[in-house]
Nanobody
Framework: QVQLVESGGGLVQAGGSLRLSCAAS????????MGWYRQAPGKQRDLVAT???????NYQDSVKGRFTISKDNAKNTVYLEMNSLTPEDTDVYYC??????????WGKGPLVTVPS
């Protein structure tokens, strides 16, 4: 059974930091891309950051320089280090992984809240 177990969401004051993690289990195929998306109520889900199996990273412009995505291949885990958080970063953050067969899985999404 495929599981994406996310952790690290919560409430943090503006300027603070949080670290999200997402551990994928039950996936036999090689993962080619792991990443994070975020979504506010009533809005589309937007890419935050992705990292390929080769380590190539991609960031949404608004998080460049503040967020860092990384992964642990041995643990099939992806991390998102978020610094200098602002109220505009308040969203549900969804882990996303894609296999070499283009199968995609989504996590349930930890909530990150940065009060204004």
């Amino acid at each position: 059974q495929v599981q994406l177990v996310e952790s690290g969401g919560g409430l943090v004051q503006a300027g603070g930091s949080l670290r999200l993690s997402c551990a994928a289990s039950g996936i036999i195929a090689r993962l080619t891309v792991m990443g994070w998306y975020r979504q506010a109520p009533g809005k589309q889900r937007d890419l935050v950051a992705t990292i390929t199996s080769g380590g190539r990273v991609n960031y949404q412009d608004s998080v460049k320089g503040r967020f860092t995505i990384s992964k642990d291949n041995a643990k099939n885990t992806v991390y998102l280090e978020m610094n200098s958080l602002t109220p505009e970063d308040t969203d549900v953050y969804y882990c996303n992984v894609r296999s070499v067969y283009d199968t995609v899985w989504w996590g349930k999404g930890p909530l990150v809240t940065v009060p204004s």
